[in-house]
């Protein structure tokens, strides 16, 4: 069964910063896009960054969404299945909850749809 689990968030003050992690299980990893999305309240789910396959023919290319190019940094550790987010300068515009999915189409296409997905992590950034 593939389940993806989110960690990592919570409270950070403005300018601060926090790694969220995405443990993957119950599927081949390594030939898996995954990505983040998130979803502030009253707002549509906005995609935010996504990593290739490493096995894929843009060998673990990433891509971001505006809001968030040069803050955020997505990585992935096949040999853990596990993906992080690491967000620097965070902002309150940053609060939402975070979810990671996972699916095979290449991360230069779209940021936002996704075949599978976790439960979220809730990140807020507030003083």
């Known amino acids: 069964q593939l389940q993806l689990v989110e960690s990592g968030g919570g409270l950070v003050q403005p300018g601060g910063s926090l790694r969220l992690s995405c443990a993957a299980s119950?599927?081949?990893?390594?030939?898996?896009?995954i990505g983040w999305s998130r979803q502030a309240p009253g707002k549509e789910r906005e995609g935010v960054s996504c990593?290739?396959?490493?096995?894929?023919?843009?060998?673990?290319?990433?891509n971001y969404a505006d809001s968030v190019k040069g803050r955020f940094t997505i990585s992935r550790d096949n040999a853990k299945n596990t993906v992080y987010l690491q967000m620097n300068s965070l902002k309150p515009d940053d609060t939402a909850v975070y979810y990671c999915?996972?699916?095979?189409?290449?991360?230069?296409?779209?940021?936002?749809?996704?075949?599978?997905w976790g439960q979220g992590t809730q990140v807020t950034v507030s003083s």
């Open positions: 119950g599927f081949n990893f390594d030939y898996y896009v």
């Open positions: 999915a996972a699916r095979f189409t290449p991360c230069r296409y779209d940021l936002s749809d996704y075949d599978f």
């Open positions: 990593i290739d396959s490493s096995f894929s023919s843009s060998d673990g290319s990433t």
